[in-house]
T-cell receptor, first 107, second 112 residues
Framework: KNEVEQSPQNLTAQEGEFITINCSYS?????LHWLQQHPGGGIVSLFM?????KKHGRLIATINIQEKHSSLHITASHPRDSAVYIC?????????WGAGTKLIIKP | DGGITQSPKYLFRKEGQNVTLSCEQN?????MYWYRQDPGQGLRLIYY???????QKGDIAEGYSVSREKKESFPLTVTSAQKNPTAFYLC???????????FGQGTRLTVV
């Protein structure tokens, strides 16, 4: 079993829909990253959070340390949100990566 | 602008040749990392360095070598000993333990 699990693996939705991507982890962590990877491969850090909730534009990330679970939400989704979304758990000096969720938003 | 730069973006090499991937950062970060990504899989840690002149093996270090002679630079050499080198390689840096990481744009290496 992977230490960081993401679901769903693939997600296709219509423009405007509310999107939720989930991340569960089994290791002790001090923080969790949400990142976005576009088809070209480059990765952008969206959030790093260790408790509660963070919001940036249409993106919201939440984490529940007791339940070892984090979610990334996208409100009013748009085709330009299409990308792979990856969660990664900070454990000491290492980032433990989920396998990613491939999101496609159709116009 | 501060950032982390990987070059080249695409690299082709013949089997049996060593190849070095460049990673440079001007963020004054102490820690730097190299990851490998294969299709449909999560990123896996190859090597990391917490400080100049020091580096540690990650989960898949075999067939790779690194150096950290300068704080700004952490080049990765893919040696001929790496059995399956074709992959996407990503470099990252951070201030240190449990701080936000910043990522390069990656290098896609194809060995023919």
């Amino acid at each position: 079993k992977n230490e960081v699990e993401q679901s769903p693996q693939n997600l296709t939705a219509q423009e405007g829909e509310f999107i939720t991507i989930n991340c569960s982890y089994s290791v002790g962590i001090s923080a969790l990253h949400w990142l976005q990877q576009h088809p070209g491969g480059g990765i952008v850090s969206l959030f790093m959070l260790s408790s509660g909730k963070k919001k940036h534009g249409r993106l919201i990330a939440t984490i529940n340390i007791q339940e070892k679970h984090s979610s990334l939400h996208i409100t009013a989704s748009h085709p330009r949100d299409s990308a792979v979304y990856i969660c990664a758990a900070h454990s000491n000096y290492q980032l433990i990566w989920g396998a990613g969720t491939k999101l496609i938003i159709k116009p | 602008d501060g950032g982390i730069t990987q070059s080249p973006k695409y690299l082709f090499r013949k089997e049996g040749q060593n190849v070095t991937l460049s990673c440079e950062q001007n963020l004054n970060h102490d820690a730097m990392y190299w990851y490998r990504q294969d299709p449909g899989q999560g990123l896996r840690l190859i090597y990391y360095s917490q400080i100049v002149n020091d580096f540690q093996k990650g989960d898949i270090a075999e067939g790779y070598s690194v150096s950290r002679e300068k704080k700004e630079s952490f080049p990765l050499t893919v040696t001929s000993a790496q059995k399956n080198p074709t992959a996407f390689y990503l470099c990252a840096s951070s201030m240190g333990k449990n701080t936000e990481a910043f990522f390069g744009q990656g290098t896609r290496l194809t060995v023919v």
